[in-house]
């Protein structure tokens, strides 16, 4: 109605073998290689039905982390295999075979909800999800975080980085590991200076604290895995400055020390906009009074995603 020049082409389907959804997969990628249009392939599905909020989180996750792969074999297992009432799966196993095929890397999670978040009746609920496929794969940095992560929630297991690192997770340096769940911060663990002699050993410490330690939130438990984007930051080694002439809030990171307490604020946070706000913020962290005489320090940051 609002664009007339829009064409859709709606293809129903409720169920099928893998087979012949692979195939559905195929044959769209197939038509948009050959017609060359620009074109957005939705799918349309609800998640779990009429199970319990705990349920409910659990066997949607378990559906949600393969779809995040692109792995539709792997979902259509994981629904057969723990009951998953996902009524759309069919649509969905189409669409990943064919993001797949026209070079799609990975899928990520932007909401999720049940009904019981809005009614409050958590004996029987419907899950709902929303997900954006991607093109580009993410980091080195952020596949160690994800996997250290993944590990000490399900296995309470701290992995071990390869012996052979590559180049950019071999050197010393302070990092720090973000997590957000659906765009809201869910943990943020780091060190300003290296305790390990690899940037993969320090990854994976500060990943299992920012799961599991950071004292603003309780433990990420397992159904929120899929829910959550991690950011690497790698820090340079902290330099001294005079004033606030030599910072930038969206360039430098900021620590503020007074005596024995020290506050530290990334870079290029939204919502901070200035050195003074950078400070302050600092200030409030480290538990620093607003008149009391404090060193400065800069630091850049190298993020990953």
């Not at 902290?238 to 002439?245: R, Y």
């Not at 506050?263 to 480290?286: N, Y």
Request: aromatic share 6%.
């Amino acid at each position: 109605y609002f664009k007339p020049d829009i064409k859709i082409v709606p293809i129903t389907v409720s169920f099928g073998k893998s087979e012949t959804l692979a195939d559905i997969g195929y044959g769209i990628a197939s038509a948009l290689r050959e017609t060359r249009r620009e074109a957005i392939i939705i799918a349309s599905s609800d998640m779990t039905h009429y199970e319990s909020q705990a349920d409910a989180h659990l066997k949607d996750s378990l559906a949600l982390d393969a779809i995040i792969k692109l792995d539709a074999a792997e979902m259509l297992e994981r629904i057969q295999a723990n009951h998953i009432t996902m009524c759309g799966y069919a649509p969905v196993a189409a669409m990943l075979t064919a993001v797949k095929e026209l070079g799609a890397k990975r899928a990520r999670v932007v909401a999720y909800q049940t009904s019981g978040d809005i009614t409050h009746h958590l004996d029987q609920v419907v899950g709902y999800a929303g997900l954006v496929i991607e093109q580009t794969e993410e980091s080195a940095q952020v596949t160690l975080a994800r996997a250290a992560v993944e590990a000490f929630v399900k296995e309470k297991k701290v992995i071990t980085p390869l012996v052979e690192l590559a180049a950019e997770l071999s050197g010393e340096a302070g990092v720090f590991v973000s997590l957000k769940k659906l765009g809201e911060l869910r943990g943020c663990i780091g060190t300003f200076e290296a305790h390990f002699d690899n940037i993969a050993d320090e990854i994976v410490s500060n990943a299992v604290s920012s799961a599991a330690r950071d004292p603003r939130f309780e433990p990420v438990a397992e159904w929120e895995l899929p829910l959550l984007s991690y950011s690497v930051d790698v820090l340079t080694p902290p330099q001294p400055v005079e004033d606030t002439n030599s910072l930038d809030a969206k360039k430098y990171g900021v620590i503020v020390e007074s005596g024995h307490l020290r506050g530290l604020l990334l870079p290029d946070l939204e919502g901070v906009d200035t050195p003074s706000e950078q400070i302050s913020i600092c200030r409030q962290k480290a538990g620093i009074t607003a008149d009391a005489p404090v060193k400065l320090y800069r630091f850049e940051v190298k993020r990953y995603h």
